[in-house]
């Protein structure tokens, strides 16, 4: 079931709005939203739920305006930040909440509950209340209550955010793997560009409360439509005015391209992180594998000319972050999503 | 001694502080009233209990809290749900005046109710009269008054579950497809359960024990005698100090037993849910 969104603006103060977006989220597909904090992400993802009413535009779920349907008759699937499980209830009756209330038959429901705990693996644990469950087992049960109901779309908000990183990992394989079990239209939010690339067949950007760019992962690491979606999907440096990332960055001998010289080398196991100062003092930073590194036989001090390597994914920056942004102290890049993205919100 | 937490030996002089406080104020009082009563023996105390002006007034207490105790309970969630979950104009101001009942003493209640409701002389009382409904001197006048001074108990017991709960658990009710009547029925309630009853537990010993309030309005005449004005009653006019006794110690007990009845429920709900607080 297709879900699309028709110039759609929500606004609160100064973030977590939306403004003006119009996409279209493609049938059976798992797409990520994703974006900084204050972005609009969630408000986004509740807009489509029905939990949030928009300012102005239409909403419509396989081809239905749902924009002024409560969300309790859109059938959607939809799975809070923290879950929110209730307490009061056992597994197996937070499960079964939904198909009491469309007054199901008795025993549908409990085969719809036996399958739905199969289904998440939670069988051994139907007598159970939520607070004897850990957090991915919660995520599941919501999970299992919001398919019970057989929405027509899935709809879940943050599923990673609060859980510890292994766990973090099992679990996005395993929505994977349900996703492509169960086909159920699936969005969901998150702030992790990793996370996103890894488990979504399509991205959703949102910078501001407007969509950066939508395609597949793929489309938008290699073909980025900005220099915010270049920065927000990966580590990246700037060389000439040009917002490049840092393994597309050739080391070669200083007579060809851009002066520069090493000032630190840093090995982060398998990789070589090549800390650098241009003549201007701008400083940036080239990744390369050990073997590379090695090849070159360069070390501190020594001076070498850069170059973008050919064919690679560059924008024009807007602004160079300065030497403090793009460096730490340790020699360790900052380049996470989030101060980028402030960065640039700036 | 190994067991023994940090510093517990020196929290016995506190323990002992609290405990000597509380024997003062409460135990020592309290049993020497429950020793009173039953001084002449078990037959005088329920002759006592049993003659019929006790037993009317406790037949008037047990109907004023019928109909207090319910309304009350309504009117308390209905308000929590609005102070908790909605930010309206006003919203300070109705705070603020929920407290008003038990902040003021209750004879200040009553009288403003006399003022505001008396047959003869008052602002809506004359009018009230005239339709044949008795609002002071009655016992809907000992209804209102009770009403008025156990107001916020329910309110303020159920305010800070709900803002503790979380509206989460509603949204995602509403998602599966609940309508608002059933969401407030099936996750709301349960959710503030312990709160309401609390809440409950409260508003009833504050009625079943109003003095004040109740004395104003009641007008002093037989039909109009609560527990309370009957125990104070035979105190002070009648000098029949076992009946004033037997009759305290039967409203003590019903107090007493419905917190023990709460408290006997909420550790076996803990033990059935981990998760209640």
């Known amino acids: ?346 | 001694m190994t067991a023994a937490p940090i510093g517990a030996r020196r929290m016995w002089p506190l323990r002992a502080a609290v405990l000597t406080y509380l024997a003062l104020l409460v135990g020592l009082p309290v049993g020497y009233l429950f020793y009173n009563a039953f001084s002449s023996g078990f037959g005088a105390f329920w002759r006592a209990v049993t003659q019929p002006a006790a037993v009317s007034a406790l037949w008037l207490s047990a109907k004023i809290a019928l109909v207090v105790v319910p309304v009350n309970t309504v009117v308390g969630i209905g308000a929590a749900l609005l102070l908790a979950r909605r930010r309206f104009v006003g919203r300070r101001f109705l705070d603020l005046t929920f407290d008003v009942p038990i902040a003021v003493s209750p004879i200040i209640i009553g009288l403003a109710l006399l003022l505001a409701y008396a047959p003869l002389g008052s602002w809506f009382g004359p009018w009230l009269a005239r339709h044949g409904i008795m609002a002071i001197f009655s016992p809907t006048g000992i209804a209102l008054a009770s009403m008025a001074v156990s107001l916020p108990y329910v309110l303020r017991s159920v305010v800070p579950v709900l803002v503790e709960v979380g509206e989460t658990q509603e949204a995602a009710a509403r998602t599966l497809g609940a309508g608002a009547w059933r969401r407030f029925f099936t996750i709301t309630l349960p959710a503030i359960r312990w709160g309401v009853l609390y809440g409950v537990t409260l508003t009833l010993a504050r009625t079943l024990g109003e003095f004040g309030a109740v004395l104003v309005v009641s007008g002093n005449q037989s039909k109009t005698q609560t527990m309370t004005l009957w125990i104070a009653n035979e105190w002070e006019q009648n000098y029949n100090e076992l009946s004033s006794f037997a009759g305290a110690v039967v409203l003590a007990s019903i107090s007493i037993v419905v917190l023990v009845v709460l408290s006997i429920l909420r550790s076996r709900e803990k033990r059935l849910h981990v998760d209640i607080a």
């Open chain 1, 1 to 346: 079931m297709s879900i699309s969104l028709d110039q759609v603006t929500k606004r609160f103060g100064v973030t977590f709005g939306v403004e003006d977006v119009t996409t279209e989220i493609p049938s059976g597909a798992l797409t990520a939203i994703l974006g900084p904090s204050g972005a609009g992400k969630s408000t986004l993802l509740r807009l489509i739920g029905g939990l949030v009413t928009p300012d102005a535009g239409r909403i419509s779920i396989d081809g239905e305006d749902v924009t002024d349907v409560d969300p309790r008759h859109r059938n959607i699937g939809f799975c809070f930040q923290n879950y929110a499980p209730f307490r009061h209830m056992t597994v197996a009756k937070n499960v079964a909440y939904g198909l009491k209330v469309r007054h199901r038959p008795r025993a549908e429901i409990a085969a719809r509950v036996t399958e739905m705990l199969e289904l998440v693996r939670l069988s051994d644990l139907a007598g159970r209340y939520p607070a004897q469950l850990s957090g991915g087992e919660l995520q599941r049960m919501a999970l299992a209550r919001a398919l019970a109901i057989e929405p027509r779309v899935l709809l879940l908000d943050e599923p990673f955010g609060a859980l510890d990183a292994q766990v973090r990992g099992e679990l996005r394989t395993w929505i994977k793997e349900l996703h492509d079990a169960v086909h159920v239209t699936t969005v969901l939010v998150t702030h992790d560009q990793n996370e996103a690339m890894e488990i979504a067949d399509n991205l959703l950007v949102l910078n501001e409360g407007r969509v950066a760019q939508v395609g597949t992962p793929t489309e938008l690491y290699d073909h980025p439509a900005s220099e915010f979606v270049l920065r927000f999907l990966g580590p990246s440096t700037t060389l000439d005015g040009q917002a490049v990332r840092p393994h597309d960055l050739e080391v070669v001998g200083p007579t060809e391209g851009t002066p520069a010289v090493v000032t630190e080398v840093a090995t982060l196991g398998f990789e070589i992180r090549v800390s650098l100062r241009l003549d201007d003092g701008q400083e940036l930073w080239a990744q390369m594998s050990r073997a590379q590194f090695q090849a070159l036989a360069i070390g501190v001090g020594d001076r070498v000319g850069l170059r973008r390597r050919p064919g690679a994914a560059a924008r024009p920056a807007q602004a160079a972050p300065d030497a403090a942004t793009t460096t730490s102290t340790d020699g360790a890049p900052v380049t996470t999503p989030d101060d980028q993205g402030r960065a640039l919100t700036r």
